[in-house]
């Protein structure tokens, strides 16, 4: 049972525009969620995050935005550079019977063309 | 480059062996996750370790088991291979178990089962 999803596999931006990616998630007992972004041949590596007491957080050229009433996350990159081409997760975590485990949607694969 | 080292990068085996994989954990961290990347699939979280103690479970095999050691290290072994098995598995560590706390992601193992 797939508790965050990310229904755009992929995504391809030009350089110097808005990446927008989309992640939605069904259990309201999730309260902490994260952006990792994922290079071939290398583990995730953690971009942002949120908490739910929050709507936005931001970081550099990153911002995550959370709307808790519609179970909605997305991380906005702006601008977006070609460094930017990876594979980006989003993953929640809260109250489980799997501890304080991660739990991740399957990706989607951002390419940033000049 | 997180410090999470994992052992080895690639392992290609026959169906019904057993192997063993390692995780150290970033200096001073207390808590190991091991995740599970199957083709086309998101991370699925499989165990935590907390200071040596398990301390969730995910979808993980009974023919799967893990454990932390007193240096902290982690090992997930896998028995009674079948050819699902292949995939790509993650250690990450967090300094608490809190879901607040992000995780730090090895390069993770390469897993071929033929």
């Known amino acids: 049972d797939q508790q965050v999803k990310q229904n755009s596999p992929s995504l391809s931006v030009q350089e110097g525009r808005i990446s927008i990616l989309n992640c939605d998630y069904t259990?309201?007992?999730?309260?902490?969620f994260l952006w990792y972004k994922k290079y071939p041949a290398e583990g995730p590596t953690f971009l942002i995050s949120?908490?739910?007491?929050?709507d936005k957080n931001e970081d550099g050229r990153f911002t995550v935005f959370l709307n808790k009433s519609a179970k909605h996350l997305s991380l906005h990159i702006v601008p977006s550079q070609p460094g930017d081409s990876a594979v980006y997760f989003c993953a929640a975590s809260g109250i489980s019977n799997s501890g304080y485990a991660l739990n991740f949607g399957k990706g989607t694969s951002l390419l940033v063309t000049p | 480059d997180s410090g999470v080292t994992q052992t080895p990068k690639h392992l290609i085996t026959a169906t019904g062996q057993r192997v063993t994989l390692r995780c150290s954990p970033r200096s001073g961290d207390l808590s190991v996750y091991w995740y599970q990347q199957s083709l086309d699939q998101g991370l699925q979280f499989l165990i935590q370790?907390?200071?040596?103690?398990?301390?969730a479970k995910g979808n993980i095999l009974e023919r799967f088991s893990a454990q932390q050691f007193p240096d902290l290290h982690s090992e997930l072994n896998l028995s009674s291979l079948e050819l699902g098995d292949s995939a790509l598995y993650f250690c990450?560590?967090?300094?608490?178990?809190?879901?607040?706390?992000?995780?730090?992601f090895g390069p993770g193992t390469r897993l071929t089962v033929l």
């Open positions: 990450a560590s967090s300094v608490e178990e809190t879901r607040h706390n992000e995780q730090f």
């Open positions: 949120i908490s739910s007491i929050k």
């Open positions: 259990n309201s007992m999730f309260d902490y």
């Open positions: 370790y907390y200071n040596g103690e398990e301390r």
